[in-house]
C-alpha cells in the first residue's frame, strides 16, 4: 500500500492523470453513456491519431524545441502514401509514408541543429512549405479508392481493440522507454534543461536535436498512416491545426515549453483529456461550437494550476 | 540608528531559515554581513528588502516599526538591494534603465531623461554614458548604473549582495572607492561578501551568522581574520590553503601558441605531472577562454599540442577533449555545469553514460550505485541521489560538477573560478580535492580571479593580459603584486 503522501508527491507529478479522472468521473454522472466500453474505446480510438504526434513533441518540447511542422507532414506524408498506396503495395506506400516523415524531421532538426534558428521559426517555414507541396502534389483534390488491405490498420481490431489504440499503445511504450531508459532520452532533457551544460558534458548536441526531430516527423506520419487508412482517402488539408492539438497535451501533460521538464505519461493523459472533453460534451448534445472554449479554458485551468511559486 | 532588526526568526518549510537574529545599522556605517551559504544571510537581506516577511521579531527603520510587504514599498521608503544578478534591462539604456521604476508619467521625454541621468552620473564621478545601452557595459559599469538608480531614489540604505563575486581587483578597488563616497553621504551599507580582506578593506561592522543563528557583531578593528572564520564555520581550519602536492618529472600536456579568435593570441604552456598550474589575469584578459578553446567550446588554433606523448592536431568538441583525457570544470557551475532541472544522480551520469549504457539503454541500477559512491568520496550533503542539483548549496553543486567530470579519469583538468561563491568549508573541501588529484599524477590548470588561492596554491602561474602571455611567476616570485602588475600589462 502506499501511504498518503506517496499517492498525493504522485498526484502532484502527474497533475493530467488527475484531471482526467475529474472530468471522467464528471461526465459519467452526467451521461450513462459515458462509461460503457464501446464509449470508451471509442474515445481512445478517437485519440490515438492526436496522441501519436504529441508523443514526438513531447520529446522535442523536452528538448526545449517546438514543432509547428507536424500538422504539414502529417498531411504531406499521407497523400504520397495514398498515392504509392494506389500504385499496389502496402509495405512500399508506409515505408514511404514514414520516410517522407523521417526528411521532414531531419530537415526540421539539420536547420535548428546546424543553423542555430529558433525552433518556432523554422518549424513554421517548413509547416507552410510543407503544406504547399502537399497542395502541388494533389492539386488540391483528395486521393481516394485505397486496397483494402489497408484499410485494415484503421478499422480492424485484435480481440476486440482497434488496431490505432494499439498501434498507440506501442508507441507510448517506445517513447516511454526512450525518455526514461536511454542515453537518447537522459540527453533530450539535458539539452532541454541546460544546453551548454550539455555540451560541455561531451553531448552531440547537434547529433541528438537531428534525431528528435526525426522522431517527431515520422510519428506525425504514422498517425497520418491511421487517419489515412481509417477514412480511406488522403485530403490535403489533412492535420491543419493538429500541431496546436499535440502542444496542447504535452503542456496539459506537465510540461514546460522551456524545456527539461515533462513526460509521455503526463502527454496521453494531456490527449485523453481533450477526448473525453470532446466525447462528453457531445454525449451531452452540447453545440461544438462551444467544445474549442471549453478546452481553451481546461488548457487554461491546468497551467494556472501547475504554476510554480 | 537607522536600521535596528530584532530577534527576527523566519521558517520556510523543514528549515529555520533565521532563528532570533539581531542586527544593527547607522548612517554612513558600511556594515559587512558574514556567514557561510545557507547561514541566512540572504534571507535576513530579504526581510529587510520587503522580499520576505518575518515569521518573528521588529524592524525599526528611523526608530519607527515597520513591515514592508514587498520590495517596491521597501525601495519606496529609500532601502534599495542590489542583487547579484543586478536585474537590469540589458537592450534599454542607462538612462532609462535608472529611471524605469519611477517614471510617473505616460510620455516620456527621453532627451530630459538622458540629461538627468548624466547629471547624475556625473555628481557621483561614475564614468558612464547615460545613453549606452546596458548591454555594453562591462559588469562593474552595470554595477554603478545599479548604485546610481539606487542614488536617484534616495536611498537611505543600500545593501550589496557580493558585488565582488564576479569583478576583478581593479574593478573591486574602484567600487570601494564609491562606497566610501557613499558612506561619507551619510548613506548606510550592507555588504555581503564571501572574500574576508574585502571585509577588512572596507567595513566599519560586521555581524556573523551561521545555520540561521545570530553568532555575534561588532567593530571590524577588534575583530581578526580567523576568529572571523571560526564565527563562520563554528570549527578551526588551521590552514585556509592545504597544499600538499608534488611534482613529478614528466610533463603530462603542453601546448604552444594557443590563438582562440581575438581574445587568446600565441600563449604557450607546459603542465608537469603532479602540478598545479594557475592562470591569472583581470576579466577579458582571454583567461577564460583558454581552457574553452583548448576544450573544443570556443574554435581554437594552435601549433602544438601534446597529452603524455599524443600529439593532437585538433579538437572540435567536447566530447572529443573528453575522449583524450581533457577535462574541464566550467566557470559558472549554474548556467555551464549542470542541469538543474535533473537530479545528482542524472547530472554525474550526463557525461558517463558510457559507464552504464549498453547499445545506447542506461541501467539506472548501475548509476545508483555510481552515484551512492560519488556522494560519500565527495562528502555531498543532500537528501538523496534523486535530489534535483538546483536544491543543493553552492558548495555541494560544485562538488556534483566535480565529480562527473573527474569520473572520467581525465589527464589534465582545467578548472575555472572553482571556489567562486561557495563558503569556506567548501572551498578548502576544493583545495584537497585538487591536491588529490595532482598526487594521482594529472596535471592541473586551476584558473581563478581570487588571487590569494592562486598565489598559495600553485606551483607557477602564467598572468595574462589582452590576450597576450605576460609571463609565467615561479616560487618566491608568485605574489599578489607582482601578479597584479603582470595583468595589468606592467613589466616586472
Known amino acids: 500500500m502506499m501511504d498518503k503522501n506517496k499517492i498525493l508527491k504522485k498526484m502532484k507529478e502527474y497533475p493530467a492523470v488527475v484531471g482526467f479522472i475529474g472530468i471522467s468521473i464528471f461526465f459519467a454522472i452526467l451521461s450513462d453513456r459515458f462509461f460503457t466500453l464501446s464509449n470508451i474505446i471509442n474515445v481512445f480510438r478517437q485519440v490515438s491519431i492526436q496522441a501519436i504526434m504529441a508523443f514526438g ?16 507532414t502529417f498531411a504531406l506524408s499521407a497523400v504520397i502514401m495514398a498515392s504509392v498506396l494506389k500504385g499496389g503495395s502496402v509495405f512500399l506506400g508506409i515505408l514511404v509514408a514514414l520516410v517522407v516523415g523521417a526528411l521532414m524531421g531531419f530537415a526540421n532538426g ?16 517548413t509547416m507552410a512549405i510543407g503544406r504547399s507541396l502537399t497542395l502541388v502534389y494533389t492539386q488540391g483534390m483528395p486521393i481516394t479508392g485505397l486496397p483494402s488491405s489497408f484499410r485494415v490498420i484503421g478499422r480492424g481490431n485484435l480481440l476486440g481493440i482497434p488496431y490505432p489504440i494499439i498501434i498507440m499503445l506501442g508507441t507510448f511504450i517506445l517513447i516511454w522507454f526512450i525518455l526514461s531508459n536511454t542515453k537518447l532520452g537522459l540527453y533530450t532533457y539535458a539539452i532541454g534543461g541546460n544546453e551548454t551544460a550539455a555540451k560541455l558534458s561531451g553531448v552531440k548536441v547537434i547529433k541528438y536535436k537531428i534525431i528528435i526531430y526525426i522522431i517527431s516527423g515520422v510519428l506525425s506520419a504514422l498517425s497520418a498512416m491511421l487517419l489515412t487508412a481509417r477514412l480511406n482517402s488522403a485530403q490535403p488539408t489533412f492535420g491543419s491545426g493538429y500541431e496546436l492539438d499535440a502542444i496542447a497535451a504535452v503542456v496539459l501533460g506537465g510540461a514546460s515549453l522551456s524545456g527539461g521538464r515533462g513526460s509521455v505519461i503526463g502527454t496521453i493523459f494531456g490527449a485523453l483529456i481533450m477526448g473525453v472533453i470532446n466525447n462528453g460534451l457531445n454525449l451531452l448534445n452540447v453545440s461544438p461550437f462551444y467544445q474549442q472554449a471549453v478546452k481553451g479554458a481546461v488548457i487554461l485551468i491546468a497551467v494556472l494550476l501547475e504554476r510554480e511559486d | 540608528m537607522l536600521l535596528k532588526l530584532e530577534n527576527i526568526t523566519k521558517k520556510f518549510p523543514g528549515v529555520l531559515a533565521l532563528d532570533h537574529v539581531n542586527f544593527e545599522l547607522n548612517n554612513g556605517e558600511v556594515h559587512a554581513l558574514l556567514g557561510e551559504n545557507g547561514a541566512g544571510k540572504s534571507t535576513l537581506i530579504k526581510i529587510i528588502g520587503g522580499v520576505h516577511k518575518a515569521d518573528e521579531g521588529k524592524i525599526y527603520y528611523e526608530g519607527k516599526i515597520v513591515s514592508f510587504s514587498n520590495p517596491s514599498e521597501a525601495i519606496n521608503n529609500g532601502i534599495a538591494t542590489i542583487h547579484q544578478e543586478l536585474n537590469l534591462f540589458e537592450e534599454l539604456t542607462v538612462a532609462e534603465n535608472i529611471y524605469i521604476g519611477n517614471i510617473k508619467k505616460a510620455f516620456i521625454n527621453k532627451k530630459q531623461m538622458i540629461k538627468e541621468a548624466q547629471n547624475l552620473l556625473s555628481k557621483n564621478e561614475f564614468n558612464i554614458k547615460a545613453e549606452s545601452l546596458v548591454k555594453e557595459l562591462n559588469i562593474s559599469e552595470k554595477q554603478l548604473v545599479a548604485i546610481a538608480k539606487a542614488l536617484s531614489l534616495k536611498s537611505k540604505i543600500i545593501i550589496m549582495d557580493e558585488p565582488t563575486a564576479s569583478i576583478t581587483e581593479h574593478e573591486t578597488q574602484t567600487l570601494f572607492k564609491i562606497v566610501k563616497e557613499l558612506k561619507n553621504k551619510g548613506i548606510g551599507i550592507i555588504f555581503i561578501s564571501h572574500r574576508m580582506e574585502e571585509v577588512f578593506d572596507i567595513a566599519d561592522k560586521v555581524t556573523v551568522l551561521r545555520d540561521g543563528k545570530y553568532i555575534g557583531s561588532g567593530y571590524v578593528k577588534d575583530f581578526d581574520q580567523n576568529e572571523l572564520i571560526n564565527m563562520m564555520v563554528g570549527r578551526k581550519i588551521d590552514d585556509m590553503f592545504p597544499k600538499y602536492n608534488s611534482i613529478e618529472n614528466e610533463t603530462i600536456f603542453s601546448i604552444e601558441n594557443l590563438k582562440i579568435g581575438k581574445m587568446v593570441k600565441n600563449v604557450s604552456f607546459e603542465v608537469k605531472k603532479g602540478e598545479i598550474f594557475g592562470i591569472a589575469g583581470l576579466v577579458g584578459s582571454g583567461k577564460s577562454e583558454i581552457p574553452l578553446g ?14 603524455e606523448n599524443e600529439e593532437i592536431k585538433k579538437i572540435r568538441r567536447p566530447n572529443e577533449a573528453l575522449n583524450y583525457g581533457i577535462a574541464l570544470v566550467p566557470e559558472d557551475r549554474k548556467s555551464m555545469g549542470l542541469i538543474l532541472e535533473l537530479d545528482i544522480m542524472k547530472n554525474i551520469i550526463i557525461q558517463n553514460t558510457d559507464l552504464i549504457e549498453k547499445a545506447g539503454v542506461l541501467f539506472w541500477s548501475k548509476a545508483k550505485k555510481i552515484a551512492k559512491a560519488e556522494i560519500k568520496k565527495y562528502s555531498i550533503k543532500a537528501t538523496s541521489i534523486n535530489q534535483k542539483a538546483e536544491n543543493l548549496s553552492g558548495g555541494n553543486q560544485q562538488k556534483v560538477v566535480i565529480s562527473k567530470v573527474l569520473k572520467k579519469n581525465p589527464k589534465v583538468v582545467f578548472l575555472v573560478e572553482p571556489t567562486r561563491g561557495i563558503d569556506v568549508g567548501a572551498k578548502v573541501e576544493v583545495y584537497n580535492i585538487i591536491n588529490r588529484l595532482a598526487n594521482d599524477g594529472n596535471g592541473i590548470v586551476f584558473i581563478s580571479s581570487e588571487l590569494p588561492e592562486i598565489v598559495s596554491l600553485c606551483d607557477r602561474v602564467l598572468v595574462m593580459h589582452r590576450g597576450k602571455n605576460m609571463g609565467i611567476l615561479e616560487g618566491e616570485k608568485i605574489t599578489q603584486e607582482n601578479i597584479l602588475k603582470l595583468a595589468t600589462g606592467v613589466d616586472i
Do not use: E, N
Open chain 1, 57 to 72: 513533441m513531447t520529446m522535442v518540447i523536452i528538448s526545449g524545441g517546438i514543432d509547428l511542422s507536424v500538422g504539414s
Open chain 2, 294 to 307: 583548448i576544450y573544443g567550446y570556443m574554435p581554437a588554433k594552435w601549433d602544438r599540442m601534446i597529452i
Open chain 1, 110 to 125: 539539420f536547420i535548428i541543429a546546424k543553423g542555430r534558428i529558433q525552433p518556432f521559426i523554422v518549424t513554421l517555414a
